[in-house]
């Protein structure tokens, strides 16, 4: 059984910093994607970024250029640096696993092969 344990998030005034990993507990195949959705609307996720293990990247427009996301394959995580927040970055980040880039879906979708339990992250202005 694959899961997913999250650490980092919290709260942080607008223009600071914050670092979110993931841990990723069992094993996946290696072509899977890690990476971060965060909860925009009632109950609809937006992909932040993910990684494949060659490496191979994703960002919505939004956050590139102000995260970044890292893998340490020897650790089994993956960290989201995030730099420049804004309050519109304010939601619940859920780390997940997935068989392809899905810019939008249903948060906790079945479709997505693993959540984590997500983690808070508050920007006060």
């Known amino acids: 059984e694959v899961r997913l344990v999250e650490s980092g998030g919290g709260s942080v005034q607008a223009g600071g910093s914050l670092t979110l990993s993931c841990l990723l507990v069992?094993?996946?195949?290696?072509?899977?994607?890690m990476g971060w959705y965060r909860q925009v609307q009632m109950n609809e996720c937006e992909l932040v970024a993910s990684i494949r293990s060659d490496g191979n990247t994703y960002y919505d427009p939004s956050v590139k250029d102000r995260f970044i996301i890292s893998q340490d394959n020897a650790q089994n995580t993956v960290s989201l640096q995030m730099g420049s927040l804004k309050p519109d970055d304010t939601h619940v980040y859920f780390c997940?696993?997935?068989?392809?880039?899905?810019?939008?879906?249903?948060?906790?979708?079945?479709?997505?092969?693993?959540w984590g339990q997500g983690t808070l992250v508050s920007v006060c202005s």
């Open positions: 069992g094993s996946a195949d290696a072509d899977l994607r």
């Open positions: 997940a696993l997935d068989t392809q880039i899905r810019r939008l879906t249903q948060c906790r979708s079945k479709i997505v092969r693993q």
